[in-house]
């Protein structure tokens, strides 16, 4: 994700804003302001194309769009709710009992569910029709009792409903398939959870094709809270500031926060883990130091695969989805110099650095953003292939003394020894992971190719390939790991590719 737009005082108000949508119909983005104003501003032109200031008369708290109709309905603390038009005209205003802090459609019962100050509120169709074609909503309502404190969040998977306030409830009411009707209630309490130590600020249901779905709850107690939507707590995460805004990127399957920072915090909701320094691309264009910028709100909206936000800047900002930025970013303590990976999954990476290491990641299963990092070694075993081949060459003429054979393959072994190690730091210039093998090759600066191996039936392919040739030389040794290996069965090794002129000079010393 990266922010495309960010836009100060929209319209030049002088007000904060509290509540932010976008309008699919129009293509613009609607804003609501604390002092009731209603506005609107092309995305592309970046031009306000509506305002209005005398329909609400209080804070606005939220906007919903009504889909079918192409509306918009918006809810303020003036104790209104008023219908726009797709023309942004206000069709209907109801006048309620009370401030309205959230609104939710239902469409399964075709009804607008609406959290009031200690309970939510329920209210079905009139029968009516305005002129313009939209029904009409009823100036009735059904109250539901549970809160005992604002409702600030509400949330539907169209088989529940799912409110939360500032009571620190979550509390879930089954659907009946009932029609609207005074005589009874709509909705029934199934129950209901202690979600949090402080108010509930904020909710947003995640739904996910090979996962299913989940609630994320942000609290004023500096925690959010992954649910399953049976209210089973699935994690737990300490955010370190009041938790103002979540919202859920299904593009990437990350959760954004908004607590006290300059820029959203990223989480991965499976594990919890921050992974905001894993998204370079967000950050570096966001980043301001000593800046007193804190976002307050955050939003998905589908439609434009784009994450609104607000500010206690007054500024509204807006980050969208490309396929051209990289997924995450991960940290090298040197230069790479080259790169392979495998094709298969999990897919592994293999780095060949300016300092002569060698990594390889493998990502997590659980976090697609967090790589394991292990480092191969080679030196130790290149000075045990070099003098493996000392011994074959030359061991059979140690204790004869004058021996002129002798005394020049030592020399010869000397400096071939000298050149393998007197480069501190190896530079490998090019990789080549073979699938059908499972083989890794990393050709260095020096002349030499490094191969490692990943199972048992490719160090037999290349014990078969040096009979053959008799030119190479391997041994088996375990590469460092995290884990414990079982004792006499490595389950990596390293072999020693190496062809050299100081070998052409020996091969000359061996005789028939």
């Known amino acids: 994700m ?46 306000t194309v509506f305002s209005c200031t005398d329909v609400h008369k209080g804070s606005v708290t939220c906007f919903l769009y009504w889909s079918r109709w192409r509306a918009l309905i918006s809810a303020s603390l003036d104790y209104q709710i008023v219908c726009w038009s797709a023309q942004l005209a206000p069709l209907q205003a ?15 019962r075709n009804e607008l569910i609406a959290g009031t100050s200690q309970n939510i509120s329920v209210f079905g169709l009139s029968g009516k029709v305005h002129n313009s074609g939209m029904p009409l909503l009823s100036n009735q309502w059904v109250t539901i009792p549970g809160h005992t404190d604002i409702v600030k969040c509400l949330t539907t998977d169209d088989t529940r409903i799912y409110s939360a306030g500032y009571d620190g409830m979550l509390i879930f009411y089954d659907i009946s398939l009932s029609s609207f009707s005074m005589k009874s209630l709509p909705m029934k309490k199934h129950y209901m959870v202690k979600a949090h130590d402080a108010g509930v600020s904020c909710m947003v249901l995640a739904r996910e ?48 926060v908004a607590a006290g920072t300059t820029t959203p915090t990223l989480y991965e909701p499976k594990t919890g883990d921050n992974i905001s320094d894993y998204n370079k691309i967000l950050h570096e264009e966001d980043h301001c130091a000593g800046c007193a910028r804190k976002v307050l709100q955050l939003q998905y909206e589908p439609e434009t695969r784009q994450v609104l936000g607000t500010t206690n800047q007054k500024e509204c900002c807006v980050w969208k989805y490309s396929t051209s930025n990289s997924i995450c970013t991960q940290y090298c303590d040197t230069l790479v110099d080259t790169l392979t990976y495998t094709n298969k999954i999990p897919i592994l990476i293999f780095t060949g650095h300016a300092d002569g290491s060698v990594l390889k990641w493998e990502r997590l299963q659980l976090n697609t953003f967090l790589y394991s990092k292990e480092q191969f070694t080679y030196k130790d075993k ?12 030359i061991g059979h003429t140690s204790g004869i003394s004058n021996n002129p054979r002798q005394d020049a393959l ?31 090759l990393m050709g260095s600066q020096d002349g ?52 050299t002129r100081e070998e052409e000079e020996l091969e000359k010393w061996e005789g028939p």
């Open 2 to 47: 990266e922010r495309i737009l960010t836009r100060r005082d929209v319209g030049g108000n002088i007000r904060g804003i509290t509540a932010l949508i976008y309008h699919p119909a129009r293509k613009e983005i609607v804003a609501g302001f604390e002092d009731g104003a209603v506005k609107s501003w092309d995305f592309d032109s970046d031009k």
């Open 94 to 108: 109801i006048q309620t009992s009370g401030p309205i802090h959230s609104i939710l459609w239902c469409n399964r």
């Open 209 to 256: 094709h090979d996962a299913g779905s989940w609630l994320a709850t942000g609290s004023f107690d500096q925690k959010v809270k992954v649910w399953s939507c049976d209210g089973k707590l699935l994690m737990d995460i300490q955010c370190g500031e009041k938790v103002t805004g979540v919202t859920f990127v299904p593009d990437t399957r990350i959760l954004w």
């Open 382 to 393: 290149l000075m045990e292939a070099l003098l493996q081949e000392k011994e074959e060459l």
């Open 410 to 440: 030592e020399q010869a072994f000397e400096k071939k020894i000298k050149s393998a190690f007197e480069v501190v730091n190896r530079s490998f210039t090019s990789s080549l992971f073979i699938e059908s093998e499972d083989l890794l």
């Open 448 to 499: 030499r190719i490094f191969v490692w191996g990943f199972d048992m039936d490719a160090i037999r392919v290349l014990e078969e390939m040096q009979k053959s040739s008799g030119t190479l030389q391997s041994t088996i040794s375990e590469t460092t790991t995290t884990g414990s290996p079982e004792k006499n069965k490595p389950d990596k090794y390293a072999i020693l590719l190496q062809l």
